[in-house]
């Protein structure tokens, strides 16, 4: 089946430090890959996505490349801030039908940014 | 505004109570899911609808109900809880369930057997 394996944490940074938190997967076929965010007490919110090889998915400063070589969906950004703390999610989807319309999580990796 | 809602966002109950956490959706959504998290195991699929009447099993269906009677509502129900499913709760939906689209995710309900 689908799995997601994404660095333990947690991760402590101080603000404007650089940021990678690695994912890698197995899946069959051609899934889609999400990276997914939790800011502390809230439900989870899309932070980006990418739907096939090569892709880039950015936002907010975050960017993510679709790897299927090395089956990888490292997260990075340049310049954390204090609000970017919170617990980050990598996320497959399977596009094969059948029973592949779940999201299959990684365990998440909670980010500390210090002032 | 765009969102999906459940209710409650905290429960405290007791073994072998039956409870119903109600999810919904103002999107017009196909797709809805139940996912429970918990501390090490990440989130996991509970169940999952593609549209209306047509419900099925997650990763983890044991011990829950659901129904998908409307498009827009789909309620999780525990017919008689137990401690083990003391968890966080969060209902999901999406446009379609053929995997490229987001998931749009509830606040969660944090749910305490004792």
């Known amino acids: 089946g689908n799995s997601v394996t994404q660095m333990e944490g947690p991760v402590t940074l101080s603000e404007e430090a650089f940021l990678t938190i690695n994912c890698t997967y197995t899946a069959t076929g051609y899934p889609s890959l999400f990276w997914y965010v939790q800011y502390p007490g809230e439900g989870l919110q899309l932070l980006l996505k990418a739907t096939k090889a090569d892709d880039k998915g950015s936002n907010k400063g975050f960017e993510a490349t679709y790897r299927k070589e090395t089956t990888s969906f490292h997260l990075e950004k340049g310049s954390v801030q204090v609000s970017d703390s919170a617990v980050y999610f990598c996320?497959?989807?399977?596009?094969?039908?059948?029973?592949?319309?779940?999201?299959?999580f990684g365990k998440g990796t909670l980010l500390t940014v210090n002032p | 505004e765009a969102q999906v809602t459940q209710n409650p966002r905290y429960l405290i109950t007791v073994t072998g109570k039956k409870l119903t956490v109600t999810c919904s959706q103002n999107m017009n959504h196909e797709y809805m899911s139940w996912y429970r998290q918990d501390p090490g195991l990440g989130l996991r699929q509970i169940y999952y609808?593609?549209?209306?009447?047509?419900?099925d099993k997650g990763d983890v269906p044991e011990g829950y109900k659901v129904s998908r009677k409307e498009k827009r509502n789909f309620p999780l129900i525990l017919e008689s809880p137990s401690p083990n499913q003391t968890s966080l709760y969060f209902c999901?939906?999406?446009?379609?369930?053929?995997?490229?689209?987001?998931?749009?995710f509830g606040p969660g309900t944090r749910l305490t057997v004792t």
């Open positions: 996320a497959l989807s399977g596009n094969s039908g059948g029973s592949n319309y779940k999201l299959t």
């Open positions: 999901a939906s999406s446009l379609s369930g053929t995997g490229r689209y987001e998931q749009y």
């Open positions: 609808s593609m549209n209306v009447e047509v419900t």
